[in-house]
């Protein structure tokens, strides 16, 4: 326990130094890394395009905010972008309702979906805005992405999508450059901490390619040149009801719960090729931590890395070995106990 | 340096002249390769496969939920109308068909239209369309689908198609319990045909602005009620409910195409629901004919090309395209009773009806009209087709031609004057001198044209002359001895009007520019037309020259001038078709119910053209005639002008 209390201190030294050269890293610092830093959660689901036949990027906006909230994101930090309304649509015979699946088990389109930008609001330039915090004065702030530096933010995007591209409604696009600055441009504003991209669309890595901001992980769920596809029809209702790449995600997401050890790595390999038809793109040469060792609700839930401390600890200013550099010759700790109090929760996991 | 305007550079090189030598061969490739491409469109290899464009549509997605019941339903529905239509021998059982929209629980609705029949003195017709309409019921009635039964009294001469109205009856009821309708969908029950149809369209979208006229012959009135913007509609022909196949019919007023979509759309949603449909589907027997699929791809062709090229509409669907609305009509044959294929009654029609409600909910997906497929295209088989840019290569070839022949004429024209002159001045003058001299009389020859084209325009406008049309003979005739009087002044013109050197050669480069224009453009609006026209004329067209000394040449050139008279095309076209219709009749007999057939047809033809808006008698009155004019004259015009031009060159 002490081990870890004192790694967790040198990679908050470590963070500072992070500019320099990589490769002379410590082992230590390496092993630090792999914990989660982030202090709190946003996720910014989009559902890109509009009418009847799309039903499916519905349904898989849908389902996806389903997981992240079931995993704890609270509602006014999940930021919700649906550009068609299927509940109300005339021709759809559930009323109301919005499944992702035939055999209509759930009704993703439940009691408590609070869409923040609905219909013709979906727009590239309030997707943009949205990103870099620049929206209009009199925005409502359930309608702001009001992250921070210490926020891991999962942005996930489904539409019809082509080389380089992502079409919002029927009539724009936003471009992987554009979505590469905007980014950058959360980055250079300390938006985020960690971001986890996640888009499926035809093409879909296209959309990721121009990205150079740190601490992204992307994942797609087709190559350049490949379509992404549809799952299965529900001939009751009469159109394709989710893709494959959010159906088998799901598949995995359903059955993940707050305290899961799922890891990232696991869920990037949740649609092999077999399944999906396309292949899952993957990018992971931003992203300081390696995959396997991240948990899952890093991303998908709300689950905060909290340490039980017994010493005092000065939130404001840096303490003197904060400065260390040299570990070997580091003053040894006072010794302490660590008083580990059995608590509700941890029985239910036993 | 000569300006390109200057008239004295010589417009020939040796290129030109060269190839004006051999301009008949030229024209004569040009037309060979223009058949040879249109017989080559039957092949596998120049034509495509359909597929579908419009992703709304999203055919076959749904299960179809219409279930025996609504085939019970339809039954009985059909037991009733038989009772009914022993007392309504010669009218529409209105009363019947309100009641029973009324008891589904739908607007029901009735609309009077009123013909004014101008000829002979003048009568009147009326009837009565009864719709109703099931409205969206979560959203504006801002858009519609029809769905439209015609109705035939048992005293009608045409097939009786009385299962039309419960098949559709039935459909109405299923589709009054689903709540995901997101257009309003119309129920029509016409009369008279096409009339009622027509009728209904005009009072549907034009009726605010005729409701006060009463100067149109067809009085549409106005419509109590209506359901938005219509998207497309399909039209329901059923002989019999138990159903042998389904024939596709597409061909619209004035050759128009539904979009291609919705007739993939419909085969499709055929296929899947096990009834055997097609275009032109002919029955079992016919069907076995061992002929190869290149030539029943051929015939295929052909066929539809001579349904569209009378710009008559084969189906009520057709009057509906004028108005940019996509409809077709589903006619299904009655089964035979000697067929081997043995069905249940309890459930004959299912099929049928879930094939009308999967259509119903593709287009119910529609979220504008159909835009993405082909409009102008040409059915090769029930699952391939030619597009526009595949056939009018065949066309343009044809056409080309007129104007290959047009140019080189031109471009040889002053090279024969300056012969001519040269021979009679002797070589001693600077020929450019003659360049400037040559010149050509314009104005006579615009004259001449006009003259041809008010002659045709005649034809348009005199058999509807109100003085004529209170005369108490019947259309017929009158229509007849109008176009017979204006033909023969046609033919008579050329012997009348001598034309001043050169204008020969003028007006023949006119009418070859002219020609060339008029079947482009009528190509283009009804390409069979344009093509059958097309063959016929184009190798008359070539082969007329007026200034060619070959007496076989020019025989040849008036006879098949004289064949190709509008009225003589005309009188043929019937005598075949009476032929055929009627094999038993003696020759003379023949002879005799052609002209009586003839008298009808251009009757019909006058009629639809004021009724309905054909502009084939339009075209052949305005366009065609004039131009036969000029190539009887071109071809009836002798050698003389041209010697007697230079005998007075030479008396200079």
């Not at chain 1, 939130?315 to 106990?337: C, G, N």
């Not at chain 2, 009463?214 to 497309?232: I, T």
């Not at chain 2, 090309?305 to 996509?326: E, K, M, S």
């Not at chain 2, 009308?356 to 009209?369: A, D, F, V």
């Amino acid at each position: 326990m002490l081990h870890k209390a004192l790694l967790l201190v040198l990679a908050i030294i470590q963070i500072n130094a992070a500019e320099y050269d990589t490769s002379i890293l410590p082992e230590a610092y390496i092993d630090a890394a792999q914990h989660s830093t982030h202090t709190n959660n946003w996720a910014v689901l989009v559902d890109a395009s509009r009418f009847w036949f799309n039903y499916r990027h519905v349904a898989n906006v849908l389902s996806i905010y389903r997981s992240v909230k079931r995993l704890g994101i609270p509602d006014s930090q999940i930021i919700l972008m649906i550009a068609d309304d299927m509940a109300c649509n005339a021709r759809n015979p559930r009323p109301g309702q919005v499944y992702n699946n035939a055999n209509q088990h759930i009704n993703v389109y439940g009691d408590d979906v609070e869409v923040d930008y609905r219909g013709y609001e979906v727009t590239v330039e309030n997707f943009v805005r949205l990103l870099t915090g620049r929206t209009q004065n009199g925005t409502a702030r359930s309608k702001k992405l009001l992250s921070d530096a210490g926020s891991n933010v999962l942005i996930y995007l489904t539409g019809h999508g082509g080389d380089g591209f992502l079409k919002f409604q029927d009539s724009e696009e936003i471009t992987s450059q554009e979505l590469a600055d905007g980014i950058q441009q959360m980055w250079e504003k300390k938006r985020y901490n960690e971001l986890f991209f996640m888009v499926d669309t035809c093409q879909a890595a296209s959309l990721y390619e121009k990205f150079t901001s740190p601490n992204v992980l992307a994942v797609a769920s087709s190559l350049v040149g490949e379509d992404s596809l549809s799952h299965h029809v529900d001939p009751s209702i009469g159109v394709y009801m989710i893709d494959r790449y959010t159906y088998y995600a799901l598949e995995f997401l359903e059955k993940v719960q707050p305290f899961s050890k799922r890891t990232i790595g696991e869920f990037l390999q949740v649609c092999p090729k077999r399944v999906c038809i396309s292949t899952v793109g993957v990018r992971k040469d931003l992203y300081r931590r390696d995959p396997q060792k991240v948990p899952i609700t890093d991303f998908f839930g709300a689950i905060r890395p909290t340490r039980v401390s017994t010493d005092r600890i000065n939130v404001t200013l840096a303490d003197e070995e904060d400065f260390y550099t040299d570990f070997d010759h580091m003053p040894p700790k006072k010794q302490f106990k660590i008083v580990i109090q059995p608590q509700f929760i941890a029985k239910i996991n036993k | 340096m000569g300006l390109l305007s200057d008239p004295s550079i010589s417009t020939h090189n040796k290129l030109v002249d060269s190839l004006a030598k051999h301009m008949r061969k030229l024209c004569y490739v040009f037309y060979t390769a223009g058949v040879a491409w249109f017989m080559c469109l039957a092949l596998p290899e120049f034509n495509h496969g359909t597929y579908l464009s419009e992703n709304a549509l999203s055919p076959g997605l749904v299960y179809p939920e219409i279930r025996i019941d609504a085939n019970r339903l339809a039954l009985q529905l059909l037991e009733e109308l038989q009772r009914e239509r022993k007392d309504h021998q010669s009218t529409t059982p209105h009363a019947w068909i309100m009641a029973k929209f009324n008891e589904f629980g739908l607007e029901t609705y009735t609309h009077n239209f009123t013909l004014r029949y101008p000829f002979g003195g003048g009568k009147e017709f009326h009837g009565k369309n009864v719709y109703g309409i099931l409205r969206a019921p979560r959203i504006g009635s801002t858009e519609g689908l029809v769905f439209s039964a015609p109705y035939r009294p048992p005293s009608s001469v045409h097939d009786e198609i009385t299962a039309s109205v419960p098949v559709l009856l039935a459909f109405a009821d299923f589709a009054r319990r689903k709540n995901y309708w997101a257009k309003d969908l119309v129920f029509l029950v016409t009369e008279q045909e096409q009339l009622g149809m027509q009728a209904w369209l005009e009072a549907y979208h034009d009726g605010y602005k005729n409701y006060h006229s009463s100067s149109s012959y067809l009085v549409a009135g106005s419509l109590p009620a209506r359901a938005g913007s219509l998207q497309a509609a399909l039209n329901i022909e059923v002989q019999d409910l138990e159903v042998d196949y389904v024939d596709v019919k597409v061909e619209g007023l004035n050759g128009k195409l539904p979009n291609l979509d919705m007739f993939n759309l419909v085969q499709r949603i055929m296929a899947r629901e096990g009834v055997t449909s097609g275009y032109k589907h002919a029955p079992r027997k016919r069907r076995r004919m061992n002929l190869s699929p290149y030539e029943q791809n051929l015939r295929q062709m052909l066929a539809m090309l001579a349904t569209q090229a009378t710009g008559v509409p084969n189906g009520n669907h057709g009057l509906f395209h004028r108005y940019r609305i996509d409809a077709l009509t589903l006619s299904a044959a009655k089964r035979v009773t000697n067929s081997n294929v043995k069905s249940n009654p309890s459930s004959a029609t299912v099929p049928l009806l879930k094939s009308i409600e999967g259509i119903s909910r593709s287009l119910n997906n529609l979220l504008e009209r159909f835009h993405q497929s082909f409009f102008f295209y040409v059915i090769v088989h029930n699952d391939r087709y030619i597009s526009i840019g595949d056939y009018m290569p065949a066309l343009v070839a044809l056409i080309a031609c007129s104007f290959v022949k047009a140019y080189l004429s031109w471009s040889t024209l002053d090279a024969a004057e300056r012969h001519a002159q040269q021979d009679a001045a002797g070589n001693e003058t600077d020929p450019v001198v003659f360049y400037t001299k040559l010149s050509l009389p314009y104005g006579f020859v615009l004259v001449y044209l006009v003259v041809t084209l008010v002659i045709g325009y005649m034809g348009n406008v005199l058999p509807l002359q109100k003085y004529l049309m209170e005369l108490s003979i019947g259309a017929g005739p009158l229509t007849l001895t109008m176009l017979i009087a204006l033909n023969v002044a046609g033919i008579a013109l050329p012997f009348y009007v001598v034309l001043p050197p050169g204008g020969l050669e003028l007006l023949h480069i006119c009418m070859l520019l002219v020609y060339g224009c008029a079947l482009i453009v009528i190509g283009l609006l009804n390409f069979s037309l344009g093509f059958l026209v097309a063959v016929l004329s184009v190798p008359m067209v070539v082969a007329l020259n007026p200034s060619s000394t070959n007496g076989a040449l020019r025989g040849l050139a008036r006879l098949w001038a004289l064949l190709l008279n509008p009225m003589v095309v005309i009188y043929t076209v019937v005598l075949v078709l009476t032929f055929y219709e009627f094999p038993e009749l003696t020759f003379q007999q023949l002879l005799l119910r052609a002209v009586t057939a003839v008298m009808d047809a251009v009757t019909f033809a006058l009629i639809d053209s004021v009724i309905y808006g054909n502009w084939l008698y339009f075209a052949a009155c305005t366009v065609f005639f004039p131009l036969w004019i000029i190539c009887w004259t071109l071809a009836l015009a002798k050698q003389s002008d041209n010697e007697i031009s230079q005998a007075k060159l030479k008396t200079n």
